[in-house]
């Protein structure tokens, strides 16, 4: 019905950077209703436009009818009962019952739904909105601090710690430990969100790793979130301080997750200290439209770097809010580094911040930004 070339210049990229859906579209709503067009070029769209007006004309008077025909009362506490139960989405099999319901019963998910927020030893943010989750079992149980700086290439880590030790517990004890001290590492961790539209709905969970460099990456392999700000140096940031940026106002800031830990001896750890496991991750500054392409209505962010090297500093993990999906500008391209996609995430200095990724991630970033 329309031109993908001319949507895709106006809108950004299709959704989750593939044809599927608008192909299936394509299929259910063009191709099949053709049959029962006159066939004729000229008048093609039009009768695709009526028989589409028409069918949604029988869904909304069947809707009407059955509405119409229930008890008022019965149907406001149904509506009621609805809107209130705690209930789990799953945007992939809603869409296969929509437009391949018969292919429902045999379609397998990758994993089962789990919900974080049930677990008694999971992590949650101080309002409840989000859950976080780590193994069990450290991918690493037992690493100096010093080991972790190399293994990680973080030449900034010891410092980065003592600075966010010292600022995160005024008044607190915390010389017991401290650079000389031993941390378990995790190379991923799991994030669950409450819906942003419907709060009782809960998402499935995402993955956002943290590997350490290897052969295959050689700047690791590490992923982008958007981090719940607060008051003061609180991420222990020490080459630079938070930025107002024009998308997420004063509340938030983006980052890229370098390495997940927590020190070996939680006993050592004021409590202020060892509630949840701490983040290093690298902060980018949010571009207002002007600095990119205006046409292309997304956000750019750029790696934050001083002199002195990289804007880093240590965040709790409960302080992370929801993953983000960053695409390079190709013409940033830094110097001396072969970009692949192994390194789309260390060789570009400027990313586009894809609002569009999913409709939950438009709804918060398109609101923060009003």
């Known amino acids: 019905m329309m031109s993908f070339v001319r949507q895709t210049k106006a809108n950004g990229a299709l959704i989750q950077f593939t044809t599927d859906v608008s192909e299936r579209l394509l299929v259910t709503h063009c191709k099949t209703p053709f049959l029962r067009t006159s066939r004729q070029s000229h008048t093609y769209v039009d009768q695709i436009v009526n028989i589409l007006n028409r069918e949604e004309t029988i869904r909304l008077f069947d809707l009407y009818l059955a509405l119409r025909m229930a008890s008022d009362s019965a149907s406001a506490e149904l509506i009621h009962t ?95 430990w401290d650079t000389q001290g031993t941390v378990s590492t995790w190379n991923k961790f799991r994030i669950q969100l409450h819906s942003s539209f419907r709060g009782q709905h809960i998402e499935k969970s995402q993955l956002v790793q943290a590997y350490p460099p290897s052969e295959e ?56 200290l060892a509630a949840a496991p701490l983040c290093y991750v690298r902060f980018f500054r949010v571009l207002p439209l002007s600095a990119g392409r205006p046409s292309v209505r997304l956000y750019q962010v750029e790696r934050m770097v001083t002199p002195m090297g990289p804007v880093s500093g240590i965040v709790p993990l409960t302080d992370i809010d929801r993953p983000l999906d960053l695409v390079p500008v190709f013409d940033t391209a830094l110097p001396g580094v072969v970009t692949s996609k192994e390194t789309c995430m260390e060789g570009y200095a400027r990313y586009y911040l894809n609002t569009f990724a999913d409709k939950e991630t438009f709804h918060v970033l398109h609101h923060q930004s009003q």
Do not use: W
């Open 217 to 272: 990456h050689p700047f690791g392999y590490c992923d982008a979130v958007l981090l719940r700000r607060g008051g003061g140096d609180r991420y222990g940031m020490i080459y630079g301080h938070s930025i107002i940026h024009p998308l997420t106002s004063s509340s938030s800031e983006v980052a890229q997750v370098r390495a997940v830990f927590t020190p070996k001896n939680k006993s050592m750890l004021p409590p202020c």
């Open 82 to 176: 609805e809107h209130e139960e705690m209930t789990t989405i799953d945007p992939t099999l809603e869409f296969l019952q929509r437009v391949l319901p018969e292919e429902e019963s045999t379609f397998h998910g990758p994993r089962p739904f789990r919900n974080h927020f049930q677990d008694p030893n999971g992590l949650t943010s101080t309002d409840g909105e989000i859950a976080l989750h780590v193994t069990i079992r450290p991918d690493l149980s037992t690493l100096s601090v010093a080991q972790m700086q190399v293994l990680y290439r973080l030449p900034d880590l010891s410092s980065v710690v003592s600075h966010y030790i010292n600022e995160a517990s005024p008044g607190h004890s915390a010389c017991m």
